[in-house]
């Protein structure tokens, strides 16, 4: 890739390099299918990708395997009229697939149970009592979401009692399978490899897959004869938030997800995500972000800091008072989470200071809350441009951690592998982000086994690491308008990139900080118009401190994602920075 504006090394000691090429410019419809082009797609798949639905991007579920398996048993439930429970996982994917899978069995005809584990006193996927807790008290069939790939004792200890259980996941499995009457997940070593390319999905994409399944052979079976069929397009705007919350990339499949989900949760037909909006503060149709950092952090919040529960209950509910409450509850434990997690914050950082030649950084310590230790974990690997894994220990000394990757290093396999040699008690996950239950006194080890194992694969990553730009105007040129054009080619997120747009060469009016921990600023260009931007928490960086202390003789380009300020009330664009480089 070409360098851009002939910057070698910013302020944040990155290169800048044109995504496509070269600078894209032209008309918002030339624009759009550059955006495209720089994003993968071929030239005979832009209108494709430029509109996605869900008619040009879903494969056949029974490609899958153990698919029509766990249709069948579902399908057989619902007609038997069994107890069935969904069992989930505490986080928005969990929350989501549960709900997706409550909603369309209530559709159906079934009422079907729940149960999602306390993060802190069970901890992650199931376990054999809860289980055979579940086959005493009814149920005949369990389906796991989110959960399930790697519970070998949970699943045998149900299997002794005679309960079923479906598993339908999207994490890493390892050779051997658990004995599940069917075990759904795209990335199984065995999968095909059609059903393979779908590995990116998040678990609430699978159980939407495993839903067209059961609806389709409910439909075979004249179920539907005197009774209406469930449109499982409404079910999509749960879809959308557990994938961009999950992290999922946004391609294929997922960007049809996200595209149409955004357009059902935008009618507020869903009670309880209407509630959640409206607690929020937002006041405009919702917009990818918005999923991964108004919604998502809140529904995540019930799993780490409050009542586990509180995700699924409030995606499920019938009633609006209900949905009101539980949105306010999410609402008040987020921000008890924040409180949390810039304590355990700021002690991690401390501990990784000494620790510039490790290939992942490792921060462990007791008193940490469980449910924060994916954040840090995340911000910590902002901050250091390298893997990051925060473990909580607790007076017993065993600990949990949670660990977030960069790109081109596949975390949740050294975990596998650090698990399968005896380094961790448990451990699990995909390419960017991994748990795991360790030894107190094994910590250490665990550290220097990531750093051998991973140290090349860690260097290689940072040595390509480059800043992608994908077009530069000037700062004048940063409009509403140039918004919506570059919205064109969206939705974006994780493995689809927003447009990064270049400005400059400007001088800084004004900087100060505000809020966490962020810079807000003011640049004008040579043609003295100017715009307003922000880089968040970067006040303590050499790129934040560098835009405070920069003179009004000098000169910067600045780079970042343009965005619309609709908080004042008159909308406005605005500039979200993520590095600058002297001009």
């Known amino acids: 890739m070409t360098i851009a504006l002939g910057i070698?090394?910013?302020?944040?000691?990155?290169?800048?390099?044109?995504?496509?090429?070269?600078?894209?410019?032209?008309?918002?419809?030339?624009?759009?299918?550059?955006?495209?082009?720089?994003?993968?797609?071929?030239?005979?798949?832009?209108?494709?990708?430029?509109?996605?639905?869900?008619?040009?991007?879903?494969?056949?579920?029974?490609?899958?395997?153990?698919?029509?398996?766990?249709?069948?048993?579902?399908?057989?439930?619902?007609?038997?009229?069994?107890?069935?429970?969904?069992?989930?996982?505490?986080?928005?994917?969990?929350?989501?697939?549960?709900?997706?899978?409550?909603?369309?069995?209530?559709d159906l005809g079934l009422e079907a149970g729940y149960y999602i584990p306390d993060r802190l006193l069970e901890g992650y996927g199931p376990s054999g009592d809860a289980l055979m807790r579940l086959k005493l008290e009814g149920s005949s069939l369990v389906v796991t979401v989110d959960c399930g790939a790697q519970a070998f004792e949970a699943l045998e200890a149900a299997q002794s009692v005679g309960l079923d259980v479906i598993v339908v996941d999207?994490?890493?499995?390892?050779?051997?399978l658990p004995p599940a009457l069917a075990l759904v997940n795209p990335n199984r070593l065995d999968e095909c490899a059609e059903g393979a390319e779908h590995g990116h999905l998040a678990a609430v994409g699978v159980a939407f897959l495993l839903g067209a399944a059961i609806v389709r052979l409910l439909r075979e079976q004249g179920w539907f004869k005197n009774r209406a069929e469930p449109n499982l397009l409404d079910l999509l705007d749960i879809v959308a938030l557990g994938t961009v919350a999950d992290v999922a990339q946004i391609r294929g499949l997922n960007r049809a997800f996200v595209a149409q989900g955004l357009k059902i949760m935008a009618r507020g037909q869903n009670i309880g995500l209407a509630a959640l909006l409206r607690a929020s503060g937002l006041k405009r149709a919702p917009l990818c972000h918005d999923l991964g950092f108004a919604l998502g952090p809140r529904i995540n919040a019930g799993g780490r800091v409050g009542e586990a529960d509180l995700g699924v209950r409030l995606l499920t509910t019938t009633d609006p008072l209900e949905a009101e409450e539980i949105?306010?509850?999410?609402?008040?434990?987020?921000?008890?989470?924040?409180?949390?997690?810039?304590?355990?914050?700021?002690?991690?950082?401390?501990?990784?200071?000494?620790?510039?030649?490790?290939?992942?950084?490792?921060?462990?310590a007791k008193g940490w809350h469980p449910g924060v230790i994916g954040i840090v974990a995340g911000r910590l690997k902002e901050r250091t441009g390298r893997p990051a894994i925060v473990i909580a220990l607790d007076e017993e000394g065993k600990g949990k951690?949670?660990?977030?990757?960069?790109?081109?290093?596949?975390?949740?396999?050294?975990?596998?592998?650090?698990?399968?040699?005896?380094?961790?008690?448990?451990?699990?996950?995909?390419?960017?982000?991994?748990?795991?239950?360790?030894?107190?006194?094994?910590?250490?080890?665990?550290?220097?086994?990531?750093?051998?194992?991973?140290?090349?694969?860690?260097?290689?990553?940072?040595?390509?690491?480059?800043?992608?730009?994908?077009?530069?105007?000037?700062?004048?040129?940063?409009?509403?308008?140039?918004?919506?054009?570059?919205?064109?080619?969206?939705?974006?997120?994780?493995?689809?990139?927003?447009?990064?747009?270049?400005?400059?060469?400007?001088?800084?009016?004004?900087?100060?900080?505000?809020?966490?921990?962020?810079?807000?600023?003011?640049?004008?260009?040579?043609?003295?118009?100017?715009?307003?931007?922000?880089?968040?928490?970067?006040?303590?960086?050499?790129?934040?401190?560098?835009?405070?202390?920069?003179?009004?003789?000098?000169?910067?380009?600045?780079?970042?994602?343009?965005?619309?300020?609709?908080?004042?009330?008159?909308?406005?664009?605005?500039?979200?920075?993520?590095?600058?480089?002297?001009?």
């Not at 002690?347 to 950084?361: F, K, P, R, T």
């Open 170 to 176: 999207h994490h890493q499995c390892a050779t051997a």
């Open 327 to 364: 949105a306010a509850r999410l609402d008040a434990l987020n921000v008890e989470r924040r409180a949390i997690e810039a304590s355990v914050q700021e002690e991690a950082e401390v501990q990784v200071l000494s620790q510039d030649n490790a290939a992942v950084v490792v921060a462990s």
């Open 401 to 583: 951690g949670s660990g977030r990757s960069i790109t081109g290093v596949d975390l949740g396999a050294a975990v596998l592998a650090a698990r399968d040699e005896g380094h961790l008690v448990a451990g699990g996950g995909h390419a960017m982000a991994a748990g795991l239950t360790i030894a107190a006194d094994r910590v250490e080890g665990f550290a220097a086994y990531l750093n051998e194992r991973l140290a090349a694969k860690v260097e290689k990553a940072r040595e390509d690491r480059s800043l992608l730009i994908d077009t530069v105007v000037a700062p004048g040129g940063v409009t509403p308008g140039l918004v919506e054009a570059l919205d064109g080619a969206g939705p974006y997120g994780n493995g689809w990139p927003a447009p990064r747009i270049a400005t400059g060469p400007a001088r800084v009016i004004k900087a100060d900080i505000v809020g966490t921990g962020h810079v807000r600023v003011i640049l004008s260009g040579n043609d003295g118009r100017s715009i307003k931007a922000v880089a968040f928490r970067q006040a303590d960086t050499p790129l934040g401190q560098a835009i405070l202390g920069c003179g009004r003789d000098k000169r910067l380009w600045v780079t970042g994602r343009a965005k619309i300020d609709d908080w004042s009330g008159r909308a406005a664009a605005e500039l979200h920075i993520d590095d600058a480089a002297w001009a």
């Open 8 to 106: 070698t090394q910013s302020l944040s000691g990155q290169s800048w390099r044109w995504r496509g090429g070269s600078s894209l410019s032209g008309d918002a419809e030339g624009l759009v299918a550059d955006l495209l082009r720089a994003r993968g797609c071929a030239d005979h798949d832009v209108e494709r990708q430029r509109r996605p639905t869900i008619r040009d991007f879903m494969p056949n579920p029974s490609l899958f395997r153990d698919m029509d398996a766990a249709a069948a048993r579902i399908a057989h439930a619902v007609v038997a009229g069994e107890q069935v429970t969904i069992f989930g996982d505490y986080d928005v994917d969990g929350a989501t697939s549960a709900a997706l899978l409550i909603r369309l069995l209530r």
